[in-house]
């Protein structure tokens, strides 16, 4: 199957024309329907550019590993990828202004710390300091080419593919198709109820088993 060019991570309803538009919400009518954290539908090195504009803190913190280095394996050698993330730390010198006192203004800002919450997946569940994203995205093989701030609250960075880091496929599944391939790879398995039930409430506490 012939692919664009640029790939649109987490488009939402901003769909661009002569990308491929990804969502995991279908309402939004996206080109595919996955998750961005798992894009096994998409072969290796398929794209030169990719964007993931106000994604990557809708991510949860443990799959922000996997799904950057999901982004690097669709990337070309050499290609783009371009995010936009908060900024916590300017959030919170915002948030100290003298001239943003006002409950409203304070609101307006606490939404770009938590997200809008208008619908399922709206939620912001992992913030960024330029440290971080710095080692994020040299762990998922990125060498950041630029990092700028829009809109004082926003990270604009453009990062270069410069090595391939491919993550184990497993991490990119979730509930209880995770839990039960890691049990078929170490045990040779399907999990029983008791052990699927533990291991589904540690990960809903966000704490990796």
Request: aromatic share 6%; with cysteine; proline share 6%.
């Amino acid at each position: 199957m012939e692919y664009p060019k640029r790939v649109n991570l987490g488009c939402g309803n901003d769909k661009l024309p002569r990308y491929l538009n990804i969502d995991s919400d279908p309402s939004h009518d996206p080109d595919l329907v996955a998750d961005v954290a798992n894009l096994s539908d998409l072969p290796d090195r398929c794209f030169q550019y990719g964007l993931a504009q106000d994604v990557l803190e809708h991510i949860p913190r443990l799959r922000i590993n996997t799904a950057l280095k999901e982004w690097n394996r669709v990337l070309e050698e050499g290609g783009e990828l371009h995010l936009r993330v908060p900024n916590v730390l300017a959030l919170c010198d915002l948030l100290r202004q003298p001239g943003r006192t006002s409950a409203g203004q304070h609101e307006i800002l606490l939404q770009g710390l938590f997200g809008t919450q208008a619908y399922p997946g709206d939620f912001h569940t992992v913030g960024f300091t330029e440290v971080v994203l710095r080692e994020r995205l040299g762990e998922a093989g990125f060498q950041i080419r630029s990092l700028g701030i829009k809109d004082e609250w926003l990270y604009e960075v453009s990062g270069e593919k410069v090595r391939d880091k491919r993550h184990d496929p497993i991490l990119a599944l979730t509930g209880e198709s995770l839990i039960s391939a890691i049990y078929q790879r170490h045990l040779g398995r399907d999990p029983d109820p008791e052990g699927l039930r533990h291991y589904l409430n540690l990960l809903k506490a966000g704490i990796p088993g």
